[in-house]
Nanobody
């Protein structure tokens, strides 16, 4: 089992920045991908960004150039730096980890972009 705990959500004005962090614990050996998904009201959950154990990153087109995903192997954490936030970034953000072929999810953290 892998436990994921997110932190860093909140309310921010358009154009502002937030940093999300996710700490993994438990059976962390074998985790090959970590990342972030989000779900806005009335919409399906969508991939935001992922990073592999080798450091390869992937982003949804709508956040490219604004969001940066990174990981700290020593601390077993993955972070998402979100800049130039827009109202359409408002969603619950979920940390994700894949260990071999099994997916794990955090409890979610709310990000609200509003003036």
């Amino acid at each position: 089992q892998v436990q994921l705990v997110e932190s860093g959500g909140g309310l921010v004005q358009p154009g502002g920045s937030l940093r999300l962090s996710c700490a993994a614990s438990g059976s962390i050996s074998g985790i090959n991908v970590m990342g972030w998904y989000r779900q806005a009201p009335g919409k399906q959950r969508e991939l935001v960004a992922t990073i592999t154990s080798g450091g390869i990153t992937n982003y949804v087109d709508s956040v490219k150039g604004r969001f940066t995903i990174s990981k700290d192997n020593a601390k077993n954490t993955v972070s998402l730096q979100m800049n130039s936030l827009k109202a359409e970034d408002t969603a619950v953000y979920y940390c994700y980890a894949r260990r071999y072929i099994i997916a794990y999810w955090g409890q979610g953290t709310q990000v609200t972009v509003s003036s």
